[in-house]
């Protein structure tokens, strides 16, 4: 891997670090082959800065994805006020350049939706977005008539993922996206929850459906799932979708009142406690992506940074996991 | 929704407190400057209607009338605003509608009685001073809170034209006109009808408006909830 930022009186590299190096690069040398695992080849399209972005395949198809994308929960929510929109775009905008792909989002999310839709139809540059989106809604034969209008607002003719959010109406909304996938009107299908409810019936999803996608809650804290759901799909070869890996902000905001360890800067190349936390969560080998939310330029550039550099290796991620809960 | 009891207040919050406040400021632009006269103009009848509705029903009719108005704004200010950023808003804005039909009609109501009506007994000094509290403080005193914390005058929330302060005077007008005796007639068993069921709206109101600051963390949380609480006291005989 390549392009780790560094700065000029930073000390000779560690034989830590010459070893997550030789990592990375043996892990470059088998794409795809490990499934679930981290798969460090450059995309083949897209933005420049895409090139050094970690990307992870998903198990079901073998595309790749980058390893940090775009969450849009209360951030995107800024209604019709023209300001809040354009500072959106920018974000939305930074994150295609910077070579992000994976945007989310929901019904659920009041106008997240059309504040996407906005920002993408005023982007001219060369990224390309994976639109993740959820259908929400009950009773479930509703389902079809508010994907349509989740599409029309995002203004794209297709999704590439639709999600049951949060399990809701899942035993109707999964045949409906499961017919819509092999019509091709949508390319991959999940299930969705957060903050670790419902696992035991996400479990059983995973077990009966072939869905390509799982989303869940996972941080340094927050770690239930590495211990049935994360195994089980490597096993199943399902990719998985990481959210609220700061805790929807009071993660960053505790962590804020520490200093990051050395050790996470010179081994990690972290810059702050967000990349350390991203770095954790999307070095997981069952980890596809993990969707951080911001509204800031500064914060979406920093969040796309931890997917470059080296990747923790499963001791690091012990100490690193260790750390936080000690804090 | 299963495993209820995992969720936060936090959780049902859609939005960051800044997106919040920037609806008032654009409330402000969009109407300038006859939404902020009307709503002075509204502010300083409820007011003196409030001053004169103990002695006067014709007052309390008419100050029924101005708090329908005032209803009816925030009414707006819901659908158009608040409505693009919580799915939940259209629900809210029907209800703020619905009680501003209340409010009407109980000012309608009052102004059909004949005058002068039965023996009325006058409110108690305690619902007269917590009710005059109340609409100050929603009228005067609300504006002030945005830049107390720090927040530019453009986000301050005014009477008639944004909800809390709107409720906030409500609390405070509807223990005075509460009738002193038992209904009579036709016309005042409806009027005495039409003030119980003009009551729950506002309370509720005041309520999800107190949750709707706590999950944002607001200093200010705790105001409506304990005007309601002060209201019922105050009503009380």
């Given at each position: 891997m390549t392009g780790r930022r560094m700065p000029a009186c930073e000390a000779p590299l560690p034989s830590r670090r010459g070893a997550l190096r030789r990592l990375s690069g043996a892990l470059a040398a088998l794409?795809?082959?490990?499934?679930g695992g981290p798969a460090l080849a450059a995309p083949g399209s897209g933005p420049p800065a895409a090139a050094d972005l970690l990307h992870k395949p998903l198990p079901s198809s073998g595309e790749r994805l980058p390893a940090v994308g775009l969450g849009t929960w209360i951030t995107f929510n800024v209604g019709a006020d023209p300001a809040a929109r354009a500072s959106c775009a920018a974000v939305l905008h930074a994150f295609l350049d910077g070579g992000g792909r994976v945007v989310d989002s929901s019904p659920m999310y009041g106008s997240a939706q059309a504040v996407i839709g906005d920002a993408l139809a005023r982007y001219r540059g060369p990224g390309q977005v994976y639109a993740a989106d959820k259908v929400w809604v009950s009773p479930g034969a509703r389902g079809p008539e508010q994907i349509e209008a989740s599409r029309r607002l995002w203004g794209l003719p297709r999704f590439d993922l639709l999600q049951v959010h949060n399990l809701l109406a899942w035993e109707a909304h999964l045949p409906t996206l499961m017919a819509m996938k092999s019509a091709g009107q949508v390319r991959h299908v999940g299930i969705s929850t957060s903050e670790g409810r419902r696992h035991a019936a996400v479990e059983a999803i995973m077990q009966a459906h072939p869905v390509d996608f799982v989303q869940v809650t996972y941080n340094p804290l927050d770690r239930e799932v590495e211990q049935r759901i994360l195994p089980l799909a490597a096993e199943r070869g399902i990719g998985v979708i990481v959210n609220r890996p700061f805790r929807q902000g009071a993660l960053l905001e505790a962590l804020a009142r520490h200093p990051l360890p050395a050790w996470a800067r010179t081994e990690l190349g972290c810059d702050g406690w967000a990349q350390y936390v991203l770095k954790y969560v999307v070095s997981h080998p069952a980890v596809t992506c993990a969707i951080p939310a911001t509204r800031q330029v500064a914060h979406v550039r920093q969040n796309l940074g931890a997917a470059r550099g080296p990747v923790p290796d499963a001791a690091l991620r012990r100490r690193m996991a260790a750390h936080v809960a000690a804090l | 929704m299963t495993e209820w009891w995992t969720y936060r207040l936090s959780d049902f919050l859609l939005f960051a407190p800044d997106t919040y406040r920037r609806l008032f400021e654009l409330a402000h632009a969009q109407g300038w400057p006859w939404a902020q006269a009307a709503a002075a103009v509204l502010g300083l009848g409820v007011g003196l209607c409030a001053a004169r509705a103990p002695a006067q029903p014709r007052a309390a009719a008419l100050g029924c009338l101005l708090l329908g108005a005032a209803w009816a704004g925030a009414a707006l200010f819901l659908g158009r605003h608040y409505a693009t950023i919580n799915w939940g808003a259209p629900a809210l804005a029907a209800a703020f509608w619905l009680q501003a039909a209340l409010l009407a009609a109980c000012g309608v109501t009052g102004l059909a009685t004949p005058q002068p009506g039965p023996p009325r007994r006058p409110p108690t000094l305690r619902a007269r001073r917590t009710g005059g509290w109340l609409i100050g403080a929603a009228v005067a005193g609300y504006p002030w809170l945005a830049p107390l914390q720090g927040q530019p005058w453009a986000q301050a929330e005014l009477f008639a034209q944004m909800p809390d302060p709107t409720v906030l005077a409500t609390l405070g007008l509807w223990p005075l006109l509460r009738a002193g005796a038992p209904p009579q007639g036709g016309a005042e068993r409806a009027a005495a009808l039409l003030w119980w069921l003009a009551w729950p709206i506002p309370l509720a109101a005041a309520l999800v408006a107190g949750a709707t600051l706590w999950a944002m963390g607001s200093p200010t949380a705790p105001l409506l909830p304990a005007a309601a609480a002060l209201a019922c006291w105050a009503a009380r005989r």
């Open positions: 794409p795809g082959a490990l499934v | -």
